[in-house]
């Protein structure tokens, strides 16, 4: 199991931090980019359907054809919290070495793509989140966040 953990989690976790690093670096070289929620939701489902195959591998390879409900869970989950963990690990070494200004740069971005009356809540809002994101743990918790679920 634990082989087939670490490599469908490696898998799924390169898959994601690629998407990672080429939408930062899209962000960053076009201030007018926008992004597609739909692109990005359609392939982190097919990122984490890497999960079922996963697991159907651990059933076909180890398990003689079967396994149980809570077997199969527990597989998916380890996959999954390996495919995030290499996805935070990436993106500390990335943001604080590579684009340490990512909150400012991102910032701008939420502030033009706002209507005229969020503005100052939005600022608000980002003012917070700029200086939340100065706390490492947060920002592994954050990123965790936005992967894990």
Not at 68 to 92: D, E, N, P, Q, R
Request: proline share 3%.
């Amino acid at each position: 199991m634990k082989r087939n953990v670490l490599l469908f989690g490696l898998i799924v976790g390169l898959a994601l931090c690629a998407n990672m690093i080429v939408m930062v670096n899209m962000m960053y070289a076009n201030t007018h980019f926008k992004g597609n929620d739909l692109l990005g939701y359609a392939a982190m489902v097919a990122m984490f359907s890497l999960i079922f195959f996963g697991v159907r591998n651990h059933r076909n390879k180890d398990l003689d054809g079967f396994i149980s409900f809570g077997k199969a869970f527990k597989t998916g989950a380890l996959i999954a919290l390996v495919a995030a963990t290499l996805y935070v690990i990436v993106w500390m070494f990335y943001y604080y070495l590579f684009v340490p200004d990512f909150i400012d740069v991102y910032t701008n971005f939420v502030l033009k793509n706002c209507t005229p009356g969020d503005l100052a809540a939005k600022t608000k809002e980002m003012a917070d989140f700029k200086e939340m994101y100065k706390n490492p743990l947060f920002v592994i918790l954050i990123t965790y966040s936005e992967v894990l679920p």
